[in-house]
């Protein structure tokens, strides 16, 4: 959990954390606990992230599991943007390097030459994805024109600029879902304190 996400949960004391064991799941939401895992998603990195929620939030009730499922849902989801936005960037580096090749090689020739040069341009890109030694080679040549490693990495963040934008917002959404969840567990658990504690 992020650190808003453990604030939430601080005001209730460690004593009293400890004290409030969690009750098994209920049967009937059994069906729902499974994992909802794209192709190549890890089943056994899932499970890690659902025991440290349900171990961190010890649900006591129906509706703190619910609550609880969905925070392991929420968590898994920023999770998955974050690989996403990584997997991206790494795709989007064999455009930048395309884009740098051109600029490169194509600098100070005449308009006509311009296809030779982007049809170069992109298949040294394509061997550099492929080809380890050509890579070595190619980001040799950019370095030698004054293009290091952060001039890939920023020239693929530029390339990949919307869809890190769209993640951002996904994960930004999801980390606001997941405060929210955490407030509600906290409120329902200090009224039923404060209830317990007027009843005695």
């Not at 936005?85 to 395309?98: G, T």
């Not at 080679?137 to 030698?144: G, N």
């Not at 952060?150 to 951002?168: R, W």
């Not at 606001?176 to 317990?196: D, F, G, W």
């Amino acid at each position: 959990m992020n650190n808003r996400g453990s604030l939430v949960l601080s005001a209730e004391s460690e004593a009293d954390r400890r004290a409030g064991k969690a009750q098994p799941i209920p049967a009937e939401l059994r069906p729902f606990v499974g994992p909802h895992l794209l192709p190549g998603e890890s089943h056994r990195d899932f499970a890690a992230i659902k025991k440290m929620m349900i171990d961190e939030v010890r649900p006591r009730s129906c509706m703190e599991w619910l609550w609880t499922l969905d925070l392991v849902e929420l968590s898994w989801e920023i999770l998955r943007y974050r690989r996403l936005k990584m997997r991206v960037l790494a795709l989007d580096r064999a455009a930048a390097i395309e884009a740098i090749v051109l600029r490169v090689d194509g600098e100070g020739l005449p308009i006509e030459a311009m296809p030779m040069v982007r049809q170069h341009a992109r298949r040294a890109a394509a061997d550099w994805r492929t080809d380890p030694q050509a890579a070595v080679d190619i980001e040799a040549h950019l370095e030698r024109n004054g293009f290091d490693q952060i001039d890939i990495n920023a020239q693929a963040i530029a390339h990949a600029q919307e869809l890190f934008q769209m993640f951002d917002q996904f994960m930004q959404s999801a980390q606001n879902r997941r405060v929210q969840l955490l407030r509600e567990i906290h409120v329902r658990r200090e009224l039923a304190r404060r209830s317990k504690i007027m009843r005695s």
